[in-house]
């Protein structure tokens, strides 16, 4: 079992930055790959970005150029820095973490908000 948890979701502005952070706990293969999907109201859940863990970065055109995904492996923890935030960019945010050991594992999700 892993278990992860979020911080760092809120109000911005449009315009602002946030930074997402995703903290992983449990039984944590050194293999794995960690990230961040979003789920806008009436929207399908879709990737925002995912890393492994040797380095190996995905990012969806939406955000490219303005999202940066990072990840310390001393600590388990994936962030998603987040700049140039657009009203679109409002959404619930979901952390994962993906491993051959337990599969997929959720974070319960952070709310981001962007408006003025």
């Known amino acids: 079992q892993v278990q992860l948890v979020e911080s760092g979701g809120g109000l911005v502005q449009p315009g602002g930055s946030l930074r997402l952070s995703c903290a992983a706990s449990?039984?944590?293969?050194?293999?794995?790959?960690m990230g961040w999907y979003r789920q806008a109201p009436g929207k399908e859940r879709e990737l925002v970005a995912g890393?492994?863990?040797?380095?190996?970065?995905n990012t969806a055109d939406s955000v490219k150029g303005r999202f940066t995904i990072s990840r310390d492996n001393a600590r388990n923890t994936v962030y998603l820095q987040m700049n140039s935030l657009k009203p679109e960019d409002t959404a619930v945010y979901y952390c994962?973490?993906?491993?051959?050991?337990?599969?997929?594992?959720w974070g319960q999700g952070t709310q981001v908000t962007v408006s003025s």
């Open positions: 994962y973490q993906f491993q051959s050991t337990t599969g997929t594992s």
């Open positions: 449990g039984s944590i293969f050194v293999i794995n790959t």
């Open positions: 890393i492994g863990s040797d380095g190996y970065t």
